[in-house]
């Protein structure tokens, strides 16, 4: 299923890049800086969650470090899928907020795939992505803080009722004010650790095992698949997070571009060295990753190395959690105001039910869901795209 999806993106990206004449690969930082920052910092929220951090470390665990060169450029070709999604998001916008099913309900005129792309948006991102972020979240507190799981889960419904009393507008404030500082503070804690064991950055390591035929083999499918996840292709967050640019079209489609240059790049190899650096210095490589990436952590940092990581995690997440409340009221209000109350519900309800439940059995049903998402999101910009709506 997933191989014949890869090749069909493969074959849409490089479409869509020609289309635009490769325009999805010309970003102009000078120009961004002084713009308004709302759909940038929203768009992170929603994309930079824990997966980011575990999910490339299960990559390269998985297949190899040759995934780590897929993500990325599969990542930088996508960008022409991106564009488009951002571009659609941004045009067929209704005061500020959009995403899939204003794009069929206004751009396509297409009622019956504008609802099932707003059930499948909820459910994929509102409630099983965030199950997995909860999942997650809760695991770390448990393991390294020795947190006990019912105090998680009073803490959780706490915060759960904070969130779903906040405004649209609320949401976006607090974005704008929560993830610039924490990229930073990631990316500057991860630097220095890279600088201080700078001896260790062996890239035979890495060389050695791009050239593997199981890394080749096994590598591209998964690095792909990998990107595909962490930059939410088609999912219906890009074009959600472009409504909300208060800039012209060209700008909201650069920042979400950019976006992915920051976490496919940036994000990935940061955590690529690290791990170089661990296995350099001898340190056992175990299959449950969550724990991984804590010792890892915790060598290199020591205990406020576990307190860092936890933190970033806590803000990941509660980013992510907020983005997905933003993403699911911002489209119901328009509906009907009803149906807001059943989603807070589902919401906690969902949250919660992360914490309890294993991630393996979340993923068994996420996975087909954003297949069947990823799918019907192409083909509205492929219809768009053929009737010439974006010149």
């Known amino acids: 299923m997933w191989i014949i999806l890869i090749i069909y993106l493969f074959i849409l990206s490089i479409y869509l890049s020609i289309k635009i004449g490769f325009k999805n690969y010309k970003i102009n930082i000078k120009e961004l800086i002084k713009r308004d920052k709302t759909s940038l910092f929203l768009t992170l929220g929603t994309k930079i969650g824990v997966g980011s951090l575990i999910g490339t470390i299960s990559s390269i665990l998985i297949g190899g470090f040759s995934s780590v060169i897929w993500i990325i450029i599969f990542s930088i070709l996508s960008t022409s899928i991106i564009y488009f999604e951002s571009y659609f998001g941004n045009k067929y916008s209704y005061n500020g907020r959009g995403g899939p099913y204003f794009i069929f309900k206004i751009g396509l005129n297409n009622k019956i795939l504008s609802i099932i792309s707003l059930l499948l948006t ?43 009393s906040l405004s649209y507008k609320n949401i976006l404030n607090i974005m704008n004010r929560i993830v610039p500082y924490m990229c930073i503070i990631f990316i500057v804690i991860c630097s220095y650790i890279i600088i201080n064991n700078i001896m260790f950055i062996d890239l035979s390591i890495f060389i050695k095992d791009i050239i593997s035929i199981k890394s080749i083999l096994i590598g591209l499918i998964i690095g792909v698949k990998r990107s595909i996840f962490m930059n939410e292709i088609l999912i219906g967050t890009t074009s959600v997070g472009a409504a909300s640019d208060k800039n012209d079209i060209n700008i909201s489609t650069k920042y979400q571009i950019l976006c992915v240059f920051f976490i496919s790049i940036i994000v990935t190899l940061l955590i690529t060295c690290l791990l170089i650096i661990y296995i350099k210095q001898g340190y056992i490589i175990n299959d449950d990753y969550n724990l991984l990436i804590s010792n890892m952590f915790n060598i290199f940092l020591g205990k406020f190395g576990i307190y860092f990581l936890s933190i970033i995690y806590l803000l990941f997440g509660f980013t992510t959690v907020l983005s997905g409340y933003y993403i699911g009221i911002s489209s119901l209000e328009y509906i009907n105001n009803k149906t807001i109350i059943l989603f807070k519900m589902l919401f906690i309800v969902s949250c919660v039910l992360g914490i309890i439940y294993s991630s393996n059995i979340i993923w068994k049903y996420t996975d087909i869901l954003i297949f069947i998402m990823i799918i019907i999101n192409s083909y509205s910009i492929i219809k768009l795209v053929m009737k010439d709506d974006w010149k």
Not at 123 to 129: D, G, P
Not at 135 to 161: A, E, G, R
């Open 122 to 164: 909820i459910i994929i991102y509102c409630y099983l992505f965030q199950m997995i972020q909860f999942n997650t979240m809760s695991y770390i507190l448990i393991n390294t803080l020795n947190i006990s799981k019912i105090l998680i889960v009073i803490l959780s419904i706490f915060i759960l009722l904070i969130t779903t």
